[in-house]
């Protein structure tokens, strides 16, 4: 198993893991915990140094769990778009992988399509 594949199975792993209740129930107690015990510790910086170091790290390193994972079910509900446009005789075959088309291209696309819609809805309301 490659890195890569490796990668994106456990990143999957992990965005489910934590995005689960009981992963928020355990955050959510994490945090209780620490402002309770504030009075223990005085409130002291280092105290607040805790609970800051901990939350910036857990976050730098969920923004790439997550970003993986949202890649992935990006790419894999294009790919079903575009079978369905294949798949259907009346479908504009040219719309598959327009993701990978440069901005200006999707706006030629976009301003194609809201007159196509202007037509349509003139077309409904007469």
């Not at 504030?38 to 800051?52: A, D, H, M, R």
């Amino acid at each position: 198993m490659s890195l890569s594949e490796a990668f994106s199975k456990a990143s999957a792993k992990i965005a489910k893991a934590v995005g689960s209740p009981v992963a928020f129930v355990l955050a959510a107690s994490t945090v209780l915990v620490w402002a309770f015990s504030g009075p223990l510790f005085g409130f002291s910086e280092t105290w607040q140094l805790v609970i800051n170091t901990g939350t910036t790290i857990i976050t730098f390193l969920m923004v790439f769990l997550i970003q993986n994972a949202q890649n992935r079910d990006s790419e894999a509900l294009q790919l079903k778009l575009d079978e369905i446009i294949f798949a259907m005789s009346s479908a504009d075959n040219d719309m598959i992988d327009i993701e990978k088309l440069d901005p200006k291209s999707l706006d030629a696309l976009r301003r194609k399509y809201e007159h196509v819609i202007a037509r349509a809805e003139k077309r409904s309301d007469a």
